[in-house]
Each structure stands twice: as structure tokens, then as C-alpha cells.
């Protein structure tokens, strides 16, 4: 995934860069000029530059933005997690973004979405084509953030995430260890990627953009293989002890019951690293000795 030759000529933001967008932001640091924009700026990685800016207010982003931007990566969380929060994360700080950008066009805008926005419930495959209605308001406003970042001036890509997950994120392999999940089967289906996948098919398609390869608007990011939770829980199990399931531990899945494609991103020729919940697991598992 090397950029050679653009050490000084590609110059990349990363706005909101957090765990997954400053992981985005170092690997793409090794070969371009990147910036990281978040509140607290001295928490970008050591060989980015931080830019201290509140996306929810415009007049702090006066000034504060690289010129001849040519890629702009999208990678918010709400401060807060009700419908202010979503909006201000998803819709009222990109179009605050996009404003101050101002009118000359990026190579490419990257908007980091999540297959929330999916409220397909049948096990059935869910792809780039596949309907998106969410019924509630955090897919929703998701949903809008996307159409934002597509309908502006700027030529746009939407990577729809589902649960991302690794060192840094063990929630679920932690409540398993703990007893606090126990679905009982068939348990709906559920779909994952890696969070060093994650950062590095937003890094894959960032490279593409600026090699001028041509970018669909749209991709799922997700392992190659959707799994029902009682089987991931019970794989788990297997391999560490684990807490009896304790009074009033999780039955389901809280995303409906889909299985998301990721064949669009692999024909882009990338490669996953954690290909399945085993690999991504397994690695966690023995680290927890």
C-alpha cells in the first residue's frame, strides 16, 4: 500500500481522529502529509499534525485548515449518544466541514458510515444495492450524513462499517468472559471486521483515489463471514474459560439479523488480514494471558 513518490504532494485530513481515524491517520503517514482534526489535538498520533477544532462550531475550523487538501477522511463519533449527538456528528459537522473546504474540489471525500443503516431483519445478504431504511434515528441520521457528503461538490465515497472490533475494542469478548451473553439459537446473524482491517481498507481506498483509480461511491466493510452470535459465543467458550452466564445476560444481537457482502471491496483488491471472527479472536484470546 505504498504512495511513492507523493511525500510532499499528497496531502491528506483526517477529521476526527480518534481510535479507528488515527489508526487511518498513521498508516497513511508513512507516505503522505497528514493532518488530524479533533479537539484535543495533542492526541494525534506522533507523526501526524494536529489541528485543534470543534466541527460543531464553525468559527473555530477560520484558519485552521491545510491548503490544497487533496483528501478529506470523515471519521466522527458522537460526543453523545441521543439524536443531538448524532446529528451534530453525522450531518451539522460535515456540512460545517464542507463549508470551510471551500469551493475548490478534493481528489476524494471519505465518509465513515456503519451498516446501522441497514434495518434488514431475515438473514438475508445485504449489499451496495441493497435497500437502506433504518428505523431509527441513529441509522438515520447516519443515512443523511451520507447523502451530505454525496451531494457536495466533492467527489465521495460512504465505507459502511459493521462492528468493528480488536485491542482496543473488546467489549463483546469481555461480556462473553463474564457470563453477561448467552443468545440462545439460532441467534441472529452478526457481522464484524477487524480494526486493523478497518483502518487499513480506508487507507487501501484513499491510495486508490490518489493513484486515480476510479472508486465506486459506496462499499461495505466487513469480514468474510457473517456468523449467527450464539456460534461466536460458544467458539469462545471453547477456547478460554469463561463465567456460567450470570441472571439477565444478553440473548441477541442488537442490529437486526443480516449478513453483510464485502465483495465490492474485495474486488478492489484488498486483503484482509483478520478474514473471520476466528483469526481476529483467536489473536485477543492468546493476549489475554
Not at 32 to 42: I, K, Q, S, T
Not at 65 to 88: A, H, K, Q
Not at 126 to 154: K, M, W, Y
Not at 240 to 247: G, I, L
Request: overall charge negative; proline content about 7%; aromatic content about 8%.
Amino acid at each position: 500500500m505504498a504512495m511513492t513518490d507523493r511525500k510532499h504532494s499528497t496531502r491528506i485530513l483526517v477529521a476526527g481522529c480518534g481510535k479507528l481515524g488515527g489508526d487511518i491517520a498513521s498508516l497513511l503517514a508513512k507516505t503522505a502529509d497528514v493532518y488530524g482534526l479533533r479537539r484535543n489535538p495533542h492526541k494525534v498520533p506522533p507523526e501526524v499534525t494536529g489541528i485543534g477544532a470543534d466541527l460543531t462550531r464553525p468559527d473555530t475550523l477560520k484558519g485552521q485548515l491545510p491548503e490544497n487538501l487533496d483528501v478529506v477522511i470523515y471519521c466522527l463519533t458522537p460526543s453523545s449518544y441521543d439524536e443531538p449527538g448524532y446529528r451534530d456528528a453525522y450531518v451539522t459537522g460535515l456540512q460545517n466541514l464542507i463549508n470551510a473546504l471551500g469551493p475548490n474540489k478534493l481528489t476524494r471525500l471519505l465518509f465513515i458510515s456503519s451498516t446501522s443503516v441497514y434495518a434488514q431483519n431475515d438473514d438475508s445478504w445485504v449489499d451496495e444495492h441493497s435497500e437502506a431504511r433504518p428505523d431509527r434515528f441513529t441509522g438515520q441520521l447516519i443515512l443523511e450524513g451520507e447523502q451530505t457528503a454525496l451531494n457536495s461538490i466533492h467527489p465521495a465515497t460512504v465505507v459502511r462499517f459493521s462492528g468493528i472490533y480488536g485491542h482496543s475494542r473488546q467489549r463483546f469478548l469481555e461480556e462473553v468472559l463474564e457470563g453477561r451473553m448467552n443468545p440462545e439459537p439460532p441467534a441472529p446473524f452478526s457481522n464484524r471486521i477487524h480494526e486493523q482491517d478497518a483502518a487499513r481498507a480506508v487507507a487501501w481506498l484513499t491510495e486508490n483515489a490518489m493513484k486515480g483509480e476510479p472508486l465506486d461511491d459506496l462499499y461495505i466493510g466487513s469480514d468474510c463471514e457473517p456468523v449467527r452470535l450464539d456460534d461466536v459465543v460458544a467458539w469462545v467458550r471453547q477456547q478460554v474459560p469463561c463465567k456460567d452466564p450470570v441472571e439477565g445476560a444478553r440473548k441477541g444481537g442488537r442490529a437486526g439479523s443480516k449478513r453483510c457482502s464485502n465483495q465490492r471491496l474485495l474486488a478492489t483488491g484488498f486483503e484482509f488480514r483478520y478474514p473471520d471472527y476466528k483469526a481476529g479472536y483467536r489473536e485477543l484470546i492468546d493476549g489475554l494471558s
